[in-house]
């Protein structure tokens, strides 16, 4: 197993120091899912939830969550994002919504948390824009499906 870069010799908690690594194009990709039902389905897509355009407003929060990773998650690096995809699949027949993110960016760390902030919050929010008519909404499945760039070079799941 590798080190555990987040401590120190002593065991107390730190962020990791990027200063000597190398700027390098990094991308990495997140998904999950919220089962919905088929009512909640059929709200979204004839755009009679109350609130308003739920996978419009889940993309916008999605994007500015990937913004904010660094003040929700204690040892995430503030990042220069340069592009963010949120996309929406929808599974008609199960009643679920399947939620992706694309994070992109050129520096010295990844972006594979920036993507799964993205995704949950995406996700979050339509379970929030939703739950007036049914709180029994299930999300999950969340996880990395590809990050590239960096020293530990690419990964596919």
């Not at 990937?66 to 690096?77: E, V």
């Not at 994002?81 to 994070?103: M, N």
């Not at 919050?121 to 008519?133: E, G, H, Q, R, S």
């Not at 909404?137 to 990395?144: D, F, R, S, T, Y």
């Amino acid at each position: 197993m590798d080190k555990l870069t987040h401590f120190d010799e002593d065991g107390n908690a730190r962020m990791v120091d990027i200063s000597d690594k190398d700027e390098t194009k990094r991308v990495a990709i997140a998904s999950g899912t919220i089962k919905v039902g088929n009512t909640i389905l059929r709200h979204i897509l004839d755009n009679k939830i109350e609130k308003g355009d739920v996978l419009g407003v889940a993309r916008v929060a999605g994007i500015m969550a990937t913004k904010t990773t660094s003040t929700s998650i204690p040892m995430c690096h503030p990042l220069m994002i340069t592009g963010v995809d949120i996309d929406f699949e929808i599974d008609s027949e199960l009643g679920i919504i399947k939620a992706k993110s694309t994070v992109k960016t050129t520096g010295k760390t990844g972006v594979e948390m920036e993507a799964l902030h993205s995704c949950s919050i995406a996700l979050l929010t339509i379970y929030d824009m939703c739950k007036a008519i049914d709180k029994s909404m299930e999300i999950g499945n969340i996880k990395l499906e590809h990050k590239s760039g960096g020293k530990s070079g690419d990964f596919f799941r």
